[in-house]
């Protein structure tokens, strides 16, 4: 069975403290991993797309890398406005895995 | 991106009244729509994939007399709780994949507050 775990569940920075949100997955046949990021009442917004280990990918003080293994979403000097709750989920045959989520609480 | 929408945003209704949420791709086409879950503090669980042109899969649990999905087009899905009670109050999400490089990324709708009274 397909497993995707997030950690930590919950974490508050100061605004400019930067810190990295894990996701460990366990999939057979993996083709994507995704990085979504969920604000309350919302849908989720696609962030970052990872097909491969050693791949990265930035957005503004965003970046994703992916391992065989877990892929880590790496935030650099946050700001209050990136506090959401950050959801990672693996593809394998169509169908999405997600884990439990991040809640990303900055403080100014 | 591709853009997903969802309407209602919230709807609220008596215990045994039936509610249609519709899901659509508004710049591109999808053959295949999902339908999530969400309760609160908890992430989204896959309820069933709406397929156009053919019936829906349901995921294990998930009741396919309760919860009703019609794939109209390439740019609508449907789906009604029919019947509704209390314990069906939660927030459904859609999504439709938009075919990418090497695989096809999910856009997901804003979502649909369902609260039974």
């Known amino acids: 069975e397909d497993q995707v775990t997030q950690s930590p569940e919950a974490l508050r920075l100061q605004e400019g403290e930067s810190s990295s949100l894990n996701c460990s997955y366990t999939?057979?046949?993996?083709?994507?991993l995704f990085w979504y990021r969920q604000d309350p009442g919302k849908g989720p917004e696609f962030l970052f797309t990872l097909y491969s280990a050693g791949e990265e990918k930035e957005k503004e003080r965003l970046k994703a890398t992916l391992t065989k293994k877990e892929s880590f979403l790496h935030i650099t000097a946050p700001k209050p406005e990136d506090s959401a709750t950050y959801l990672c989920?693996?593809?394998?045959?169509?169908?999405?895995?997600f884990g439990q989520g991040t809640i990303l609480t900055v403080h100014p | 991106g591709a853009v997903v929408s969802q309407h209602p945003s919230w709807v609220i209704c008596k215990s045994g009244t039936s509610v249609k949420i519709e899901c659509r791709s508004l710049d591109f086409q999808a053959t295949t729509m999902f339908w999530y879950r969400q309760f609160p503090k908890q992430s989204l669980m896959l309820m069933a994939t709406s397929n156009e042109g053919s019936k829906a899969t349901y995921e294990q649990g998930v009741e396919k007399d309760k919860f009703l999905i019609n794939h109209a087009s390439l740019t609508l899905s449907t789906l009604t709780v029919t019947s509704a009670h209390p314990e069906d109050s939660s927030f459904y999400i859609c999504?439709?994949?938009?075919?990418?490089?090497?695989?096809?990324?999910?856009?997901f709708g804003p979502g649909t507050r369902l609260t039974v009274l």
């Open positions: 989920a693996c593809t394998s045959y169509g169908k999405l895995t």
């Open positions: 999939v057979s046949g993996l083709r994507g």
């Open positions: 999504s439709a994949p938009s075919t990418g490089i090497r695989e096809d990324t999910q856009y």
